[in-house]
């Protein structure tokens, strides 16, 4: 009887453990679908991708710097192609056959920044900006004129670019975009700068744009050709005030 007794005593403590067992197993398993799940490693917040600017890879140099506001005078290379023949071979014979002359230039820097919308019309899209400059600019009445005088008005780029408003990140040089840069003049009652003569010695208010990323804090540089054709920069220091 006594053999009985103990065989019934550790069944029922067998199925006490079973018992608390599966409700160990229910508990847990609650408790987990309760709790949140383990997380990947989330990758680091990647900076704004440059876009590729308009313009070319540049290595910049800069000769001097000046600061909002400061005035700073440039000395620009102009070329007559009036004898230029028919069959140069290109921008080496330019350098070759066209005689140098010498021109100048003032700006003065007023302001650099972004904005997200240049008018009612126009909105920069999701993750990108406009930086804009706003800037004087005078010419000299003894610089060369003429039909076939180059660079021929502010904006000229190429062989004879005029000295004017570039930005520069990422190893790559940009020069102002044209249509977002009429937009912007007039949305503001500037002067357009392709009405602006490099010999008028008339200060003209004009801007400058260049839609890019968000998030870069590009170099502002004026950018011009001296008389011996050799390419120079100078920085605008538009955080220094």
């Known amino acids: 009887m006594a053999g009985q007794n103990k065989k019934l005593m550790l069944a029922a403590v067998v199925g006490l453990v079973a018992v608390a067992g599966l409700a160990l197993v229910v508990y847990l398993g609650g408790e987990?679908?309760?709790?949140?799940l383990p997380q990947a490693a989330q990758p680091p917040a990647?900076?704004?991708?440059?876009?590729?600017?308009?313009?070319?890879?540049?290595?910049a140099v800069y000769e001097s710097s000046v600061k909002l506001n400061e005035p700073v005078?440039?000395?620009?290379?102009?070329?007559?192609y009036a004898d230029l023949p028919a069959d140069f071979g290109g921008a080496a014979d330019l350098d070759r056959i066209l005689k140098p002359q010498s021109g100048q230039a003032r700006f003065v820097v007023k302001e650099f920044d972004a904005?997200?919308?240049?008018?009612?019309?126009?909105?920069a899209?999701?993750?990108d900006t406009y930086y804009y400059?706003?800037?004087d600019f005078a010419g000299n009445t003894g610089n060369p004129r003429g039909p076939k005088i180059h660079p021929s008005s502010l904006q000229e780029t190429g062989w004879d670019a005029a000295p004017q408003l570039v930005i520069i990140a990422g190893g790559k040089m940009a020069y102002l975009d044209v249509k977002n840069t009429k937009t912007f003049s007039?949305?503001?009652?500037?002067?357009?700068?392709w009405n602006v003569d490099l010999s008028q010695p008339k200060i003209s208010?004009?801007?400058?744009?260049?839609?890019?990323?968000?998030?870069y804090e590009p170099d502002l540089a004026i950018r011009y050709v001296d008389p011996s054709g050799a390419v120079k920069f100078i920085q605008v220091n538009y955080k220094q005030l």
Do not use: I, Y
């Open 32 to 36: 987990s679908a309760r709790a949140p």
């Open 186 to 193: 007039r949305a503001k009652g500037l002067v357009d700068a």
């Open 46 to 59: 990647q900076a704004p991708k440059l876009k590729d600017f308009a313009g070319e890879p540049v290595q």
């Open 125 to 127: 899209g999701e993750g």
């Open 73 to 80: 005078t440039v000395t620009f290379r102009f070329r007559d």
């Open 115 to 123: 904005v997200d919308q240049l008018d009612q019309f126009n909105q």
């Open 133 to 135: 400059a706003l800037f």
């Open 205 to 215: 208010p004009l801007g400058a744009v260049w839609p890019n990323a968000k998030g």
